[in-house]
């Protein structure tokens, strides 16, 4: 009920899922560094004030700080864990939100170029960016950040928007067949 949708959900019967993904680890990196500072600063001042009369009043208001932040954090883990990029062999899709889901979308027949950015950071934690251009239009997905093994899923995505169609159409046709055929073997399986 209070759980967000998976992505698979959204996707049509017709559509082959390429590539599921969340945003690498890295992209937490600010939140863990903020969150650490400011406990650190809340214990340092509570630390000071033991010794004043009258500081209950201080040190209760930046333990409930310290709660906030800790709060906000564990919101912050939580919305990263419920992103997920999904790419298809039809569109682009970006599901968000933990309360509110937001779907953005964009059809891969729109992308035009497709552009991978890599860091010395990103190469040494595995994480790139993505810049994907459509037809003239900045598009929802303009730049994805923080992609896990992005050559993986640079050549994928540049396979489907580039690649030769009726060779992925016939590669689908033989993975379907191959799931209906296991759906349908497990589905005659008597149960002991």
């Known amino acids: 009920m209070f759980a967000p949708r998976d992505p698979d959900e959204y996707l049509l019967e017709s559509e082959r899922r390429v590539i599921r993904v969340r945003r690498h680890w890295a992209s937490l990196a600010w939140q863990v560094f903020e969150a650490v500072a400011l406990l650190a600063v809340c214990v340092m001042i509570s630390y000071l004030l033991r010794d004043i009369s009258q500081a209950w009043l201080f040190q209760n208001i930046l333990w409930y700080a310290a709660l906030a932040v800790m709060l906000r954090f564990v919101y912050q883990v939580i919305e990263w864990w419920v992103e997920r990029i999904v790419v298809t062999d039809k569109r682009f899709m970006m599901t968000t939100g933990v309360f509110t889901t937001k779907v953005l979308m964009m059809p891969i027949s729109k992308v035009t170029d497709l552009t991978y950015k890599r860091t010395a950071t990103g190469r ?68 002991s």
């Open 124 to 191: 040494v934690f595995g994480y790139g960016t993505m810049v994907v251009e459509s037809a003239g239009q900045i598009q929802a997905l303009n730049n994805i950040e923080y992609l896990p093994r992005p050559e993986q899923v640079y050549d994928a995505i540049s396979e489907l928007v580039f690649g030769d169609k009726k060779a992925q159409a016939e590669r689908f046709s033989m993975i379907k067949a191959q799931r209906l055929a296991r759906s349908t073997k497990r589905a005659r399986k008597p149960v």
